[in-house]
């Protein structure tokens, strides 16, 4: 993936295989800072949010697993950023979730989390948000 080097991916995925076993605390975690940051980001989703823990972690694993393939990766993006603009999701949304996606990340990590993870996650994310925004953008346009 532009802007990512191997060490990078090698980390964002070891970070990711060290999460996924407890990918339902770490979802539970995610959600509450999130509304946390952002009570009005509540009302954005539907009332029974269980489908869509299961849905966000779900793309992060097919994000992680496919860092290395961008031509199955940034298609799959767009369309999520096409959809995401439909919910009314906005750029500054973004923002709030990276905030919420870093703190759980550090959460669920623990002494595994650290500059070098961050810096990577960082990058991750914003290749992906980045991605999504223009897609909705276009979208809009
Ligand atoms: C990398 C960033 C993100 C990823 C990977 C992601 C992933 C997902 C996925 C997989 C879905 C399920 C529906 C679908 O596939 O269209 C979804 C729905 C949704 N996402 Fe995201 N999302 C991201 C960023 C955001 C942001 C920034 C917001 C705004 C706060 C947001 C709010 C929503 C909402 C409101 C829904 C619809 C939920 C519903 O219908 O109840 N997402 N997201």
Excluded at 63 to 89: E, I, M, S
Excluded at 98 to 123: I, M
């Amino acid at each position: 993936m532009a802007g990512l080097t191997d060490d990078q991916i090698k980390l964002v995925k070891a970070n990711w295989a060290a999460v996924k076993p407890i990918k339902e605390t770490a979802a539970d975690l995610f959600y509450d800072k999130l509304f946390e940051l952002d009570p009005k980001i509540r009302e954005l989703f539907s009332e029974d949010i269980s489908i869509q823990k299961k849905a966000l972690m779900a793309t992060i694993s097919f994000a992680v697993a496919t860092l290395n393939h961008p031509d199955k990766l940034v298609p799959a993006v767009q369309d999520l950023g096409k959809r995401h603009g439909k919910y009314g999701v906005t750029s500054a949304h973004y923002g709030t979730v990276a905030q919420a996606l870093l703190w759980t990340l550090e959460q669920g990590l623990g002494e595994a989390w650290s500059p070098e993870a961050k810096t990577a996650w960082t990058e991750v994310y914003g290749i992906l948000s980045s991605t999504m925004i223009d897609s909705a953008a276009e979208e809009a346009a």
